[in-house]
């Protein structure tokens, strides 16, 4: 069932169309990632679904309701990318603060103790560091009790470990049974994560699949990368149709190709009694299937 309805929604400022014609539809209790490069459309995108924007024209169902209907403000839990917190509020104040904006909200105790904040309470938002600031956020996010979450590029900016660890959050919150609309610009982030992902581009939507699905839009090939352990003749590899170009890098063999490239060549290689050392697999990607639907490739993969 589609907690989320998005009908041909676009949003324009002044010149620049911001969203162009964008339809997509989020089910119950999955991870929906809205995938892009900086500028394409998502957060105005989420803005529209979450009620802070009006587009200028389709239609958004939430919940089956209008996105300002003040009954989906404690269904609807919002955390977008430039969200700030007063300096000197403490964990405590702020989520004392939060908790008092619903009419039943979530045990904001037991909410900082699950999110690991609970020996934070006493602590100012400017003394948080970034993953601390980013938990707070998701738990802010999710003090009404709510059935649906956006979180808006949570981990910019954020160190390696302290993006996994958000990673453990935003996958724990879909356990308590809250859909989540995630937004992000991290191809590893969204193959992790979603269950599907809507890729947007120029302020359009440009694919919507699993991120295997996209993957295997890339159509990108093969390549086997190994060390032969006895003298190997090319032409034993050359003649299988999966196998486009061999080539030599010293004493490596590089084998290019499609479908079940793996498999052909090392069947090959064990009618010959040679081992395949140091062997390396490289398939496509999502960054791959995002560089060929959008012609961009991402910086932060750079």
């Keep these: ?173 879909r356990g308590r049974g809250v859909t989540v609309v995630l937004v992000t610009h991290f191809m590893e982030e969204a193959e992790r994560l979603c269950d599907r992902i809507a890729v947007i581009d120029k302020g359009a939507v440009v694919a919507l699949d699993t991120p295997a699905g996209l993957v295997s839009r890339a159509a990108v090939e093969q390549t086997i990368r190994f060390r032969p352990s006895a003298p190997l003749d090319d032409a034993l590899l050359t003649v299988l149709p999966e196998v486009r170009e061999v080539k030599r890098r010293g004493d490596r063999v590089e084998v290019i190709g499609s479908g079940n490239l793996l498999h052909a060549v090392s069947s090959v290689l064990a009618v010959h009694q040679i081992v395949a050392v140091d062997l390396r697999l490289e398939q496509a990607s999502l960054d791959d299937a995002f560089v060929r639907l959008t012609g961009n490739r991402n910086q932060e993969q750079l």
């Design 1 to 173: 069932m589609a907690v989320i309805e998005v009908s041909n929604l676009s949003k324009r400022y002044g010149d620049t169309v911001a969203v162009r014609d964008v339809s997509l539809a989020v089910e119950d209790g999955e991870i929906f990632g809205i995938l892009g490069p900086n500028g394409a459309g998502k957060t105005t995108t989420v803005e529209c679904v979450a009620g802070l924007r009006a587009p200028d024209s389709g239609t958004i169902r939430v919940l089956g309701r209008a996105p300002r209907d003040p009954q989906l403000r404690a269904l609807v839990g919002v955390q977008l990318q430039e969200s700030q917190l007063q300096e000197k509020l403490t964990v405590r104040e702020a989520l004392e603060l939060y908790s008092a904006f619903y009419p039943a909200p979530a045990d904001w105790r037991v909410l900082a103790d699950e999110l690991g904040l609970g020996d934070k309470l006493g602590t100012a938002y400017a003394k948080l560091s970034g993953g601390q600031k980013q938990r707070l956020s998701i738990a802010l996010a999710l003090i009404g009790d709510p059935r649906i979450a956006v979180l808006d590029e949570l981990t910019t900016g954020l160190d390696p470990q302290a993006r996994r660890d958000t990673w453990d959050l935003i996958e724990s919150v």
